[in-house]
Nanobody
Framework: VQLQASGGGLVQAGGSLRLSCATSGRTFNTMGWFRQAPGKEREFVAA????????AYADSVKGRFTISRDRAKNTVHLQMNSLNPEDTAVYYC????????????????????WGQGTQVTVSS
């Protein structure tokens, strides 16, 4: 099982980035993105239920970030717009083999697999 995250980089405030997480090895029913800034705990960003497409977002990114999935490529994307310095963090994709209800998608303890992380840096 592999989760390969990509798409991070350095961007100015107000800019955009698109993260991707390619999966292989098995099918997952719930996919999520979390992030961890220096000195802080890993926090929930967004999640999507693979089959039905239900989504959940952290309040801090709602309206700016969009999570989506490409079924043909077994890939989950995170489109990040209107980035600000507070979005600077290492972003991790996570996968759950079973379905999570929307309210549970925010819990990092429930995810079975994690990618290696990709750095996002937003300059002011």
């Amino acid at each position: 099982v592999q989760l390969q995250a990509s798409g991070g980089g350095l961007v100015q405030a107000g800019g955009s980035l698109r993260l991707s997480c390619a999966t292989s090895g098995r099918t997952f029913n719930t996919m999520g993105w979390f992030r961890q800034a220096p000195g802080k705990e890993r926090e929930f960003v967004a999640a999507i239920r693979w089959s039905a497409g239900y989504t959940a977002y952290a309040d801090s990114v709602k309206g700016r970030f969009t999570i989506s999935r490409d079924r043909a490529k077994n890939t989950v994307h995170l489109q990040m717009n209107s980035l600000n310095p507070e979005d600077t963090a290492v972003y991790y994709c996570a996968a759950k083999t079973s379905i999570l209800v929307v309210s549970a998608m925010r819990s990092r303890a429930l995810y079975d697999y994690w990618g290696q992380g990709t750095q996002v840096t937003v300059s002011s």
